[in-house]
């Protein structure tokens, strides 16, 4: 498959617990991209890597929020001390010129 | 800060009628315009983008136009069908601190084409 790939697709988790969300991007993709989007609403740009370096995070982006991408190719994106409004699809994307989209990880917060 | 605004929030037309949608974006260094189209429970596809060096570009019934005067860039479908249905948001580039760019995205149109 050479899509966008994201797993788990779906998290069940309790409030205060870590998680973990894994994104592999299209392997000649430099450029990776994670959103988190809400019913209604469209992608909310969270975080954004160049190969392995993160060039922009957004200032909305709390300080339990962290993402690596250590060899420029897969990243993980993780959750510390989950609260009930972090329940959300988290979206990676990647791209080189034009952007695609993972299937995304649904997460709902208990 | 930057801002992509799209209107309408909710469409619905006859099959086989025209369908526009409209967005304005707020910085006037955005250069690349895609518009992607989400089924229920599905990934965002891209279907078309443009750059700001055109005007306006055509793929059979859909289309895009971009007027940087007034930073507005609309997507038009023709002869909708059924299958058109879904939520379709824009999206606009943005420069970062770090010279590069992120995308900054509409808050999305539900298309309806009615039988």
């Known amino acids: 498959d050479t899509g966008v790939s994201q797993d788990p697709r779906h998290k069940i988790t309790k409030r205060g617990q870590n998680v973990t969300f894994r994104c592999d991007p299209i392997?000649?993709?430099?450029?990776l991209y994670w959103y988190r989007q809400t019913l209604g609403q469209g992608p909310e740009f969270l975080t954004y890597f160049q190969n392995e370096a993160q060039l922009e995070k957004s200032r909305l982006l709390s300080d339990r929020f962290s993402a690596e991408r250590p060899k420029g190719s897969f990243s993980t994106l993780e959750i510390q001390r989950t609260e009930q409004g972090d329940s959300a699809m988290y979206l990676c994307?990647?791209?080189?010129?034009?952007?695609?989209f993972g299937p995304g990880t649904r997460l709902t917060v208990l | 800060g930057e801002n992509v605004e799209q209107h309408p929030s909710t469409l619905s037309v006859q099959e086989g009628d025209s369908a526009v949608i409209k967005c304005t974006y707020s910085d006037s260094a955005s250069n690349y315009f895609p518009w992607y189209k989400q089924e229920l429970g599905k990934r965002p596809q891209l279907i078309i983008d443009?750059?700001?060096?055109?005007g306006e570009k055509k793929d059979q019934r859909i289309a895009v136009t971009l007027n940087k005067t007034a930073k507005h860039f609309s997507l038009h479908i023709t002869e909708t069908q059924p299958e058109d249905s879904a939520v379709y948001f824009c999206a606009a580039t943005a420069p970062t601190t770090s010279g590069t760019y992120k995308y900054i995205f509409g808050t999305g149109t539900r298309l309806k084409v009615l039988a």
């Open positions: 994307a990647s791209s080189f010129k034009e952007q695609f």
């Open positions: 392997s000649e993709h430099n450029r």
């Open positions: 443009i750059r700001s060096n055109v």
